[in-house]
């Protein structure tokens, strides 16, 4: 169904997406911190990106401005985001970001945002 | 030791003593620093072990929701009697129900209760310590423990502020509007930063109707009244405008200022007229907040009135009231252009205004 590149810090949450995902027939690529996001970007060049806008190492945001700009691969990104952080996801879609979703957010929407994106 | 104790502990008939004393104390030191760095080695692992243990009881979870009915227990066993362990499992489940919604965020409530944290939160919430009080306020609150809600309902009035303030946002987020009952019997200070808190929480609930509405615009705690006006401002309660007016006499200058701005929020036909009689008697700050409320909600009648103003010596009051001039008409622009000729100051707020009408 498509490869996706999870970067995510919190390990119960990146497992929570991953397992469902994962089930739900798709390739899933995990990591912890923005460092490792990048160069699994670089190396996996997935079809989809899930990134938490706050990160370690590097922000959501950068991720954002590097799938977009760094890569020849038209591929999506979905960010992460908590209530209040409303200027962060204006900045995200700025930079090219496809779709937000806001914490806490149901997995099964989740599910619906990622396989929209991936049939356009 | 003073210093002369020491210095006899250097000196050679004691020497062989020193050293050994010296010897025994670094000693203790090394040994009180690998126990400590071992002490926390260990807990390391055992957390990394228990975070392994909740990410298999998520996957394992997962595959259960399509029927909804099942909740597996993970084997903390051999772990769980210690307080840090389950704390850190408190913490982390309250994470994650913090981004997850849904079925599975109603399975982490179920590990929750099923595990016995809800009782360690309940604890800590009857704790003598203000920090622990607040800690389990705050874990049941964000756990959905409704059940816990009338021994909440009595920390919202705590001597402590943060006790307090946790109590408060509880109650508010289990039941939005109701829960604003609270400031009934509200003694302690409700300070700004927890009104706009409360405000922002209450934003996501459907707004309802707040029948102590009037009593908490006369309460004896300015606090309260300060957040009913704002309350009265923010959901437009036009029923109260004459417990408003009445906040208009008060001697605190805040609830005055704020009455002022929410009797621009619920203006109506005379409330411009009592906004100018309360003019005269008020401090420039709040002086300056009826200009810019006249500016708003005046008409025609109050030109004259503002035009008064242009000669205040406060140039702030000025500038004010030439906004709320040309607010009202802004054809009147060409007025103040008029009353400016004969004087600098005015001719330099007719400037700024139209700069600011252009820009």
Sequence with gaps: MGKVLLIEDDTLIQRAVASKLKKEGFEMVCCNDGKEGLEKLATELPDLVLTDVMLPYVSGLEIVNAVKSLTEKPIKVIVFSTMGQEKIVQEAFDLGADDYITKPFSLNELVIRVKKQLTR | ?359
Aim: proline share 2%; with cysteine; glycine share 6%.
């Design chain 2, 1 to 359: 030791m003073n210093s002369g104790a020491f210095f006899r502990l250097l000196s050679p008939e004691h020497l062989y003593f020193s050293a050994a004393l010296f010897a025994l104390l670094t000693l203790l030191l090394v040994g009180m620093i690998y126990l400590f760095l071992y002490i926390k080695k260990r807990r390391f692992r055992v957390k990394k072990s228990i975070t392994g243990q909740l990410n298999d009881w998520i996957s394992e979870q997962m595959t259960m929701e399509e029927d909804g009915s099942f909740i597996t227990l993970p084997d903390f066993a051999p772990h769980f009697k210690k307080k840090y362990v389950r704390q850190f499992i408190t913490d982390n489940l309250i994470n994650f129900k913090k981004s997850v919604a849904g079925h599975l965020s109603d399975s982490v409530v179920r590990l929750y209760e099923h595990s016995g944290l809800k009782k360690d939160s309940e604890a800590r919430m009857k704790s003598l310590r203000w920090h622990l009080r607040s800690r389990g306020i705050y874990e049941l609150y964000m756990m959905q423990q409704r059940e816990s809600l009338s021994d909440i309902l009595d920390y919202t009035n705590s001597n402590n502020e943060y006790v307090r303030m946790e109590a408060q946002t509880a109650i508010i987020g289990f039941d939005g509007f109701k829960g604003l009952i609270f400031l009934n019997d509200l003694h302690y200070p409700l300070y700004e930063w927890q009104q706009i808190k409360l405000l922002e929480q209450l934003d996501a609930f459907n707004s309802e109707e707040m029948p102590h509405l009037p009593s908490w615009l006369r309460s004896a705690n300015s606090y309260v009244v300060q957040f009913a006006l704002k309350l009265t401002e923010v959901y437009q309660q036009f029923r109260v405008h004459g417990e408003v007016v009445q906040c208009l006499g008060s001697d605190n200058q805040k609830i005055r200022n704020q009455a002022i701005k929410t009797l621009g929020s619920i203006a109506h036909e005379d409330t411009v007229f009592i906004l100018r009689q309360q003019y005269f008697t008020e401090t420039i700050a709040n002086q300056l907040e009826i200009l810019r409320q006249t500016g708003i909600n005046g008409t025609e009648e109050d030109i004259e009135f503002l035009k008064g103003r242009l000669y205040e010596e406060d140039d702030s009051l000025k500038l004010e009231a030439g906004r709320a001039i040309v607010a009202i008409t802004p054809g009147h622009i060409a007025t103040l252009k008029h009353i400016a000729a004969n004087d600098p100051i005015i001719h330099s707020i007719a400037n700024q205004i139209k700069y600011e009408l252009t820009s």
